[in-house]
């Protein structure tokens, strides 16, 4: 979505619609729960310096957050049920551009142990946070040349490098090193991190490398992944798409890949095939809106089944499909009609389905989950590897691979102290004050989507 930012009045006035919920229901879906409830509160009474401190002292990303987060605790919002729900994240934009958001974190006393984050994006920061500003001596090793993960191929009209680059300058007083372009994995392996001296691993692996269709002719000219693509654009670097482009896939990424499209190809027609209808199609509601909106047009209930062309794509042989009943994950499944293929010309394909994590070099006893869409987790408490002393951890959008972090984290760190014979403790205040994390009153239980 474009956010539009507010103006100082308008973000009071919005503010003030706010009812402050005695139990926090916007909190507690909030993967990281960020005390929103809090800094809405200070933004009704016009103190957009707290309300800049608040956000900051639970989310590390708040300048990325407040642009692209999908907002789960405005699903949750009480004022929600009758009408429109207060505009959690716009407030929090405005938090971060009317207060003074360029403030530096502190890190507590130095546990003297240094710990290893495998992979810089949304989760490895939150971790390397979560572990800095407990005084932890923190390595971050990236295999790309910037941090950032996916974040990186989020395109520019819905957040740019800036706002990564003013969350990580944040981080400058932590003991937290940023070692990129080094991959881990074959070499060096999880073991020899341990061994050279890390009291504990967090990877964050995440799902850098895309998935294939699998079909004939994908080896095409012209027949692009779409994370390549958006990769690409994002870097400044040079695309070339022709005047009929085809993305393929119905989640966010498709949907970043069609109005990319439409941007970076002028005058193209732009098209979207995907294997369901509207309704099961799992990305943002609000994209596919503004992307109709921008004339892309959308081939529902197709599954591709070829590639044609000779010495470039020209066309996609596609058979409709209707929905069946509802496979496990409760999702009506495609089924083929036989007969029905047609060819939609195309010079361009975007390839958008899917993610996938390259787990090259990592021991199997490690005994990880790779989950359906695709990164891969810890099956113990709290994303616990096989080994005590290794977590893995990500997520489905850049708040929940966060809340994966926090989560791991704390648990890791109650496994540290108890060996260094400490008691546990929760996240001490990261700009220093006197008061640790602490749920906000009337909190009672996660509510996750
Ligand atoms: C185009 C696009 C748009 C999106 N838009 C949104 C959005 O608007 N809002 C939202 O909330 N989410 C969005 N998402 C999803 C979000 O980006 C991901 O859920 C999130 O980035 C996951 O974070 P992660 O840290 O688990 O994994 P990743 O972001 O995949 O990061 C993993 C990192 O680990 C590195 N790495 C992997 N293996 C190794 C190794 N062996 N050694 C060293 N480094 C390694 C990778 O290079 C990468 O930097 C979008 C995703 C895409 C692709
Ligand atoms: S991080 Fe996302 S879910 Fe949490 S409060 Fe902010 S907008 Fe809402
Ligand atoms: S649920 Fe909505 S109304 Fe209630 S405190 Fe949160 S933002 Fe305010």
């Not at 309300?51 to 989310?59: F, G, I, M, N």
């Not at 940023?178 to 964050?204: C, I, N, T």
């Not at 197709?302 to 496990?328: M, N, Q, T, Y």
């Not at 113990?380 to 850049?398: L, M």
Request: charged share 30%; proline share 7%.
């Amino acid at each position: 979505m474009i956010l539009h930012a507010y103006s100082r009045e308008q973000a009071v006035l919005e503010a003030k619609r706010c009812i402050q919920c005695r139990r926090p229901w916007c909190v507690e879906a909030c993967p990281i729960t960020q005390d929103c409830r809090e800094y809405i509160r200070l933004i009704a009474a016009e103190d957009f310096d707290g309300a800049a401190r608040v956000t900051l002292r639970d989310d590390p990303m708040a300048s990325s957050l407040c642009k692209v987060c999908y907002r789960y605790c405005e699903d949750a919002c009480v004022v929600g049920k009758k009408g429109v729900p207060v505009a959690i994240r716009h407030l929090k934009r405005a938090a971060m551009e009317y207060g003074r958001s360029d403030l530096a974190y502190v890190a507590s006393r130095p546990t003297q142990e240094r710990v290893a984050v495998v992979g810089g994006g949304p989760a490895g920061l939150m971790a390397a946070w979560e572990l800095g500003v407990r005084g932890y001596s923190v390595t971050v090793y990236e295999r790309e040349p910037e941090v950032g993960g996916l974040v990186r191929t989020i395109p520019a009209y819905r957040m740019t490098d800036d706002d990564l680059r003013l969350d990580l300058a944040r981080f400058r007083d932590l003991d937290v090193r940023f070692v990129r372009s080094h991959r881990v994995g074959a070499e060096p392996k999880v073991d020899q991190l341990l061994h050279d001296g890390y009291a504990a691993v967090v990877l964050a692996l995440g799902t850098p490398d895309h998935r294939t269709l699998g079909i004939p002719g994908e080896g095409l000219p012209g027949v692009l992944p779409a994370l390549g693509f958006l990769r690409d654009v994002h870097e400044g670097r040079p695309v070339s798409l022709g005047k009929e482009i085809v993305v393929i896939g119905g989640g966010d990424v498709a949907m970043d890949s069609v109005r990319t499209a439409l941007r970076s190809a002028p005058g193209a027609s732009v098209s979207l095939v995907y294997r369901r209808d509207r309704k099961e199609m799992p990305a943002d509601a609000e994209e596919v809106r503004e992307a109709e909106d921008e004339r892309v047009r959308f081939l529902f209930l197709k599954a591709p089944v070829e590639l044609v062309g000779r010495e470039h794509v020209e066309g996609l042989v596609v058979r409709s499909v209707e929905l069946g009943p509802p496979d496990a994950g409760g999702r009506r499944s495609p089924v083929p009609i036989v007969g029905s293929e047609t060819t939609i010309p195309c010079d361009t394909v975007l390839v958008a389905v899917g993610q996938r994590t390259d787990l090259d070099g990592f021991p199997a006893d490690l005994d990880l989950k790779v989950t359906s869409q695709g990164w891969p987790e810890g099956k113990g408490p709290q994303h616990a590897t096989s080994h005590p002393r290794v977590f893995a951890i990500g997520g489905k959008s850049v708040v929940y691979a966060m809340g994966a972090a926090k989560e791991a984290v704390d648990e890791l760190d109650r496994r540290l102290r108890e060996h260094r014979h400490e008691a546990p403790a929760p996240r001490p205040d990261p700009f220093g004050g006197d008061t640790p994390f602490h749920l906000p009153a009337g909190y009672t239980k996660p509510i996750r989507s």
